[in-house]
């Protein structure tokens, strides 16, 4: 079945930068539409982002112009770069097979923060 294993998560402060990792496996990610989604404490889940195959992106209002999604086709895996970050990103994220956060890892906390 898929596996998805986020990592890269931490404390950060306002403005400053983050690259999230996503390694795949037990699946064909080079077929998938991938997604990232977050979980801000007491909230659902609110998608971020998606990247085709072939790494065409869309993003959420929210990061639009802040964070940027990159796949590798040959090692399974896919990045997030989050810049100018702010308290609000503060999350868990996943990455997931669908936006509404199918399939997610064990997600890996990001903190913005002071």
């Known amino acids: 079945q898929v596996q998805l294993v986020e990592s890269g998560g931490g404390l950060v402060q306002p403005g400053g930068a983050l690259r999230l990792s996503c390694a795949a496996s037990k699946f064909t990610f080079g077929n998938y539409i991938m997604s990232w989604v977050r979980q801000a404490p007491g909230e659902g889940l609110e998608w971020v982002g998606s990247?085709?195959?072939?790494?065409?992106?869309s993003y959420s209002d929210s990061v639009k112009g802040r964070f940027t999604m990159s796949r590798d086709n040959t090692k399974n895996t896919m990045f997030l770069q989050m810049n100018n970050l702010k308290p609000e990103d503060t999350a868990v994220y996943y990455c997931?097979?669908?936006?509404?956060?199918?399939?997610r890892g064990q997600g890996t906390q990001v903190t913005v923060s002071s």
């Open positions: 997931a097979t669908s936006t509404r956060g199918s399939n």
């Open positions: 990247i085709t195959a072939i790494g065409s992106t």
